[in-house]
């Protein structure tokens, strides 16, 4: 499946408030699934010692996919291709790896 196929098939299952309208649900859903795989981690390393095990991994690959829905529906949201979110994403972190810039700062680097 590739980004173009993912997007429209998790638009149908797009069922918010306003949806259409609304950038401002997904984002929230962004962050808090964003936080849960944050969450998850920092329980790796509390408690398991760094090493992760295969239900963990199983794990956060279905939260790790709920992330990729939220950010689909704000691509969505916003008229955006999320193909073309993440070419530019890449043409931009090859052009900084290029011109030696992938550490450090600031999103112009």
Known sequence: MDFKEYQEKSRKT???PDNGNNF????????GEAGEVA????????????VVSEETKQ???????DVLWYLSQIASELGLSLENVAMKNIEK?????????????????
């Open 24 to 31: 401002t649900y997904p984002t929230l859903g962004l962050a």
């Open 14 to 16: 797009a069922l918010y």
């Open 59 to 65: 794990e956060l690959e279905k939260e790790l996919g």
């Open 39 to 50: 969450d998850k981690i920092k329980k790796v390393l509390r408690d398991k010692g760094g």
């Open 93 to 109: 972190i090859y052009s900084r790896l290029e011109r030696g810039k992938l550490g450090g700062s600031g999103d112009n680097r």
